[in-house]
């Protein structure tokens, strides 16, 4: 069923996007995220969709890696397209224009997690995060929470495997409802179980909330010139 | 029992066995022996049609599992490597009639089974327990029971006696032993321990998913399991 899962498309090159600073990076997803849903015109659309290019370009991913990341959301896509085709046949070239800017979006997100490796992104969350201690959240314990999750989910997916196999050789049958309810409840109850072991281990490690991580992070001239880059392209849409 | 006839499997790219072609004799006792990840549970998934082969094709009882996993899966039963992961229902009694539950017998014919196999195994007591709460070999004991209460005519143990302290090591494996001798049932055992060897009457030594054993155990020699670096 699930042979192997990658958390993220982190692939190791030499690009501009990838000694970009993590924390940066972040940022950009955001106010690009925001961006594409700002532009509306024409011309707005044709300059985002070339800078896009651009930062694709940038990160070296080819097309197709691009598509083949792309693949989980084809679904979406066509039933969107679907939507608009069934309800609303007049508005077809607004619906495009929306799909292609979700599409932007989708892409935006991929190129964070295909140049940045996860341990750079927790760090970076954490860093990030330092202001929300105004309201009493923890840098540490999200940090913390993303790199549990991260560890976890694929292992979840091994055990979850190896139980359907053990209920399979046991006769099992998954087109019942009654045997997919029992795997889903063992699944979770393991999910419970695992979580107070794990809790268990990391307090006997002495883990404490209040440290912040000693990770140092340092913008280096490639990081400030990026920010030119976007800042001419805010300026060329506005 | 079960023969496997140029069987290849591979896990995306990689080729995890090549052209295994072995034969276990019903009524034997055989042994699979191999270092970690020489692919001994790989080949066992295939005995029950957990796994089908990429190329070539398993036997159960002169069938092939590709046409009938049923088939494969009455006849075979198989004690996990990892039998936390194999407790379903919460309740220890609920837990050995799932098998056969999914055979679709009779309540009274299930608990008849159930308190049959509770009694055989000594563990009447454990009847109403909550799996969750039981020690590992515990664990490993209603893994087994909820097998055997399926009467295959096959079980596969994959590495039963890891986890286990001596006392608990020797009472399953005297267990295996009498399953074979007694109740004359096909027992295949998974192993990286050179004394399980004893047991057996015939063995398959697998090294990074090629067989270069495989045979009657007199004709076994120490360069083998030398080459498939179970000693130095
Ligand atoms: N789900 C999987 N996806 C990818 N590779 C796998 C998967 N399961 C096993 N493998 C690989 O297949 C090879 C054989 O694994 P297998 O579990 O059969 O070994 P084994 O002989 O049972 O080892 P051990 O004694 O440690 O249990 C290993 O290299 C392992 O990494
Ligand atoms: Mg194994």
């Known amino acids: 069923m699930i042979k192997r899962l990658t958390f993220g498309q982190y692939r190791c090159k030499d690009s501009f996007l990838h000694s970009l ?56 896509f066509i039933f969107l397209l679907l939507m608009y085709l069934i309800f609303s046949r007049d508005q077809i070239i607004l619906g495009l224009r929306y799909i292609w800017r979700f599409l932007l979006l989708i892409i935006i997100s991929m190129l964070l997690t295909y140049t ?16 929300l201690k105004v309201f009493k959240i923890k840098p540490r314990n999200m940090a913390v929470m993303i790199s549990v999750a991260v560890r976890f989910i694929p292992l979840m997916f091994i055990r979850f495997e190896r139980t359907r196999e053990a209920m399979a050789s046991r006769l099992a049958d998954f087109r019942k409802i009654r045997h997919i309810k029992l795997l889903v409840l063992n699944l979770l109850e393991k999910m419970l179980r695992s979580a107070s072991n794990l809790s268990d281990a990391m307090h006997s490690r002495l883990y404490n909330e209040d440290i912040e991580s000693r990770k140092f992070m340092k913008l280096k001239s490639c990081d400030y010139w990026s920010v030119a880059i976007i800042a001419i392209l805010i300026l060329i849409i506005y | 029992m079960i023969k496997t006839k140029n069987l290849y499997f591979k896990y995306e790219e990689d080729i995890i066995l090549k052209n295994i072609s072995i034969e276990i004799k019903e009524g034997s006792f055989t042994a699979i022996i191999g270092a970690n990840g020489s692919g001994k549970t790989t080949l066992a998934k295939h005995f029950n049609a957990l796994l089908m082969p990429a190329k070539g094709e398993v036997l159960v009882g002169g069938t092939s599992t590709k046409k009938d996993e049923l088939n494969a899966r009455k006849k075979v039963g198989f004690v996990f490597q990892n039998f936390e992961d194999q407790l379903v229902y ?9 098998g056969l539950e999914n055979m679709e017998l009779g309540n009274e014919e299930i608990k ?20 969750n709460t039981l020690s590992m070999g515990q664990k490993q004991l209603i893994a087994l029971a909820g097998v055997l209460a399926m009467k295959p005519k096959c079980i596969v143990f994959d590495e039963p006696t890891t986890n286990l302290d001596e006392k608990n090591k020797k009472s399953i494996m005297g267990m295996i032993r009498s399953l074979n001798k007694k109740y004359r049932m096909t027992i295949i055992l998974i192993t990286n321990v050179l004394n399980d060897l004893r047991y057996a009457d015939e063995i398959v030594v697998l090294k990074n998913g090629i067989v270069i054993f495989s045979d009657k155990k007199s004709k076994l020699e120490s360069s083998v399991l030398k080459e498939a670096r179970l000693y130095d």
């Open chain 1, 21 to 76: 600073d993590a924390r940066i990076k972040i940022i950009y997803v955001v106010v690009l995220g925001i961006l594409s849903f700002g532009i509306k015109s024409k011309f707005e659309i044709v300059v985002f969709s070339l800078f896009m290019a651009c930062i694709v370009l940038l990160s070296k991913m080819s097309f197709k890696e691009l598509i083949k990341n792309l693949r989980p959301f084809y679904f979406v």
């Open chain 1, 116 to 131: 940045t490796t996860i341990q750079e992104l927790i760090a970076a969350i954490e860093k990030l995060s330092k202001p």
């Open chain 2, 90 to 98: 919460p309740v220890v009694e609920e837990d050995i009639a799932f």
């Open chain 2, 112 to 131: 008849k089974s159930v308190d049959e196999i509770l009694k055989e195994l000594n563990i009447t007591h454990l009847a109403k327990r909550n799996v």
